[in-house]
């Protein structure tokens, strides 16, 4: 068992606190490490309920905050559709991945993973006007 960080990044600056997940393989595709990161940080938030959802990509019905996305009102929220949205994003070039400060470009890409592996989802800023 291995354990992972995963950080969030912004092009304005802006760094989450790492937090982590245990993997068991010693390789996963991109596709499958962003489905598990998807489904924990929905299973942290489904077992809260909070009306704040802090993850890798807004909720239909939620709002953009300094600290995440607002819901309308607090409710669960469903894994399967955020993971088809983050595949989405990452397909249209919302975010980038690095593993190791080596970007992975391809979802089918397989990543070797070993004790101090950081994940940085890197997303990106569209720029204004252009």
């Given amino acids: 068992m291995t354990t992972v960080a995963f950080v969030d990044e912004s092009t304005a600056g802006k760094q989450s606190d790492a937090w982590h997940l245990e993997i068991f393989e010693e390789t996963l595709s991109l596709r499958e490490l962003i489905r598990r990161r998807v489904f924990q940080e929905v299973a942290e938030h489904n077992a809260k309920n909070t009306p704040v959802f802090n993850g890798l990509v807004q909720p239909e019905d939620a709002e953009v905050t300094l600290n995440g996305y607002r819901l309308r009102k607090a409710r669960t929220i469903d894994a399967g559709k955020q993971f088809d949205k983050a595949v989405e994003a990452f397909d249209r ?23 101090g592996t950081t994940v940085t989802f890197l997303k990106l800023v569209p720029l204004v006007g252009g």
């Avoid at 975010?95 to 070797?112: G, M, S, T």
């Fill in 93 to 115: 070039n919302g975010y980038v991945v690095l593993v190791d400060d080596r970007q992975v470009e391809e979802l089918d890409a397989v990543i070797d993973i070993a004790q």
